[in-house]
């Protein structure tokens, strides 16, 4: 199995800029869909939710409450993805786990430890 640590979050201010970066320990790593997951103070771990994904070919996808803010990438020669999260909101203050996209998480076994950002108005 694989293993995901998440760096990079902490305190900004709302219209503020954070670049969070996982560093994945996994075979075969550009075969992989990745996404950062987002789970909102105080909420279960069932409603972590994915908030940008970037295919293995390199296209994105992003919900509907980060468009146009954040943007995702990934190196494949290192191992990483990286989130670049800009105008930050208060509604942004969150724990930041990177993964792979649906079954394939399996393959990773648990979850990192995440990444705190907290957005102060």
């Known amino acids: 199995q694989g293993r995901l640590v998440e760096s990079g979050g902490g305190l900004a201010q709302s219209g503020g800029s954070l670049r969070l970066s996982c560093a994945a320990t996994?075979?075969?790593?550009?075969?992989?869909?990745m996404g950062w997951y987002r789970q909102a103070p105080g909420a279960p771990d069932l409603q972590r939710k994915l908030i940008a994904e970037i295919e293995s070919g390199g296209s994105t996808n992003y919900a509907d409450s980060v468009k146009g803010r954040f943007t995702i990438s990934r190196d494949n020669t290192k191992n990483m993805v990286y989130l670049q999260m800009n105008d930050l909101k208060p509604e942004d203050t969150a724990v930041y786990y990177c993964?792979?996209?649906?079954?394939?998480?399996?393959?990773?076994?648990?979850w990192g430890q995440g990444t705190q950002v907290t957005v102060s108005s």
């Open positions: 993964n792979a996209v649906g079954s394939a998480r399996a393959d990773f076994g648990s």
């Open positions: 996994i075979r075969a790593f550009s075969i992989y869909d």
